[in-house]
């Protein structure tokens, strides 16, 4: 069963299939097709700084914004091209003067994060009520050392949406869709490539040595704007094809600790495609429903810090005898879509009028320090530091989504030193594990306990979080705490008045790791309302801290 909560989306219709021939005109039938040339390429991956794992691109100084509701499927492929296109690294012009495009998305994040652009960036926002406008203003007048005049064509229905993608990151052109192409042609565009009756194999076989190797995007192809302007941006291949064995090709192709952005097949259990992509050395971003990552990562910090009184977290937290100590760490942390999303405009999680009446702990993914850091910053700067906490810890497992007993070791030292590299630079100390029967390598654990930005790991057992029962392991003098309990609708135990009566009659020796637990509470059933009636209803002795503060009293205070 997927931990992840299913998003809608709508399907297009089905359509004809046809191949593209040399000569660019399409064909019917199965002749030999010629690859469409590749002019004047854009570099692949926009402006990338020496700490960043992903691309990211131009800071824009103005952005044009038009709702994604007042677009049809098919112009907002083009719509998010052409931002991927305008975020490109730039070959000319004026850093006074970058535009970009931005899809608002109006009752979730995505209007929070433009105001806060504009007021916090002082980037200039500009309405637009028509995509035709903006193509206009491009093809004719240009942008980042050219016009972008030019279009590849597909057909919707069929892979060929995301082969249009690909070779559009290529060679500086947008996606339309065969049905929009007189209207393109009207309005300037040119063809440069048909590739329609193209799919995800063709386009790796074509282009693999043009594209980058350390990310790919899987996105299916009945989704619209969502990640084709990153991928454009990127120069990266855009593919889905199930957990067929063209997918492991793909993630074995791929440089030591790359990422996949998006999400995989999960019909039968997450599990099917990220456990082929962590033996392969790749970890997963889960982003598939994520827009505007092209504007957004073109902000840049250094660093960013979580609000928490001056010291807090460098003194050794104090312990209370004959006490018991707990932790309320939210699921799914890593899930990048959802914290563009909802989640800051939901009463169940962040937007709960709950929030600053108990400590809580939430799941937080290192790579919004690139892929959106201003999105980062605002979740931290609005993040409650009272007498009750609101602190963030990595989401699982690390940098991405991965299973550390799969990576191959070489690798997993790998993605750790780069893992502490963003945990410094977004002020991130503890992290959250899943993985299959794996809580007592202790050898496992050191790959991630060597590096001094991160005092300890929490550890969640795939098939239930909480099989291990709060036990604790240790390794480089650190502690890797299991689950003792979890909030979670349907499960056993997992009700609210269960986990109260298990924290009430849990251990009271702050000296013993029995003296803590650390609850998860399932993101997609159980709410921050859920978490206060838990806390609300335990006994004086049971006191409820931070994440991060409790790993802290484990490592300082606990027998080992």
Known sequence: MSRRQALGSAAWGAAGAAVWGATGVPQAGPAAAAAPTVTAPLAPGAHQTADALYPKGVRPTRLYVIGEGALSPEERVLAGTLQGQLARRSRGGSDDDVPGIYLDVPGVGYPVWLADLAERYDIELVPVDDLWTLVDRFTSQGTNGGPIDRYVLYRRAEPSINVATTVAGLTGAVAVEEALEPVAKQHGLRRVADVRGKDDRWV?????????????VEQKPDFANQLRDYATMAGALMFYDGN????????????????????????????????????????????????????????????LSQRAPEGALAATPEVDPDTHYASF?????????????????????????????????????????????????????????????????????????LYPSMYPRAELDLHTARLATSMRRADLHVAQIIDFDSFSDTALWSAYLQRDQIDGLIYLEYSRYDSHKGEVVWAHDKPVISARTMLWDGLDGGDEASVTAELNAAERDPSSAAGYSVVMWHAWSKTVDSVKTVVDSLAPHVKVVPPDTLVKMVAAHASR
């Open 244 to 303: 067929s064995d063209f997918r492991r090709s793909v993630v074995g192709d791929l440089a030591p600790d790359s990422a996949t952005i998006g999400w995989g097949d999960a019909s039968q259990g997450e599990d099917k495609f990220v456990s082929v992509s962590s033996q392969a050395g790749v970890r997963t971003i889960p982003a598939d429903h994520a827009r505007n990552l092209a504007p957004l990562s073109g902000i840049r910090h250094s660093r």
């Open 204 to 216: 790796k076989e074509t282009y693999w040595s043009r594209l980058r190797h350390d990310l790919v």
């Open 329 to 401: 760490l939210i699921t799914d942390g890593d899930n990048i879509q959802w914290m563009l999303g909802d989640f800051q405009s939901s009463a169940n999680w962040f937007a709960s009028p709950h929030r600053g009446a108990v400590d809580l702990g939430w799941g937080i993914s290192p790579s919004l320090i690139d892929l959106a850091p201003s999105v980062m910053r605002w979740y931290y700067d609005h993040a409650s530091a009272g007498a009750h906490r609101d602190r963030f810890v990595a989401g699982p497992s690390g940098g991405g989504y």
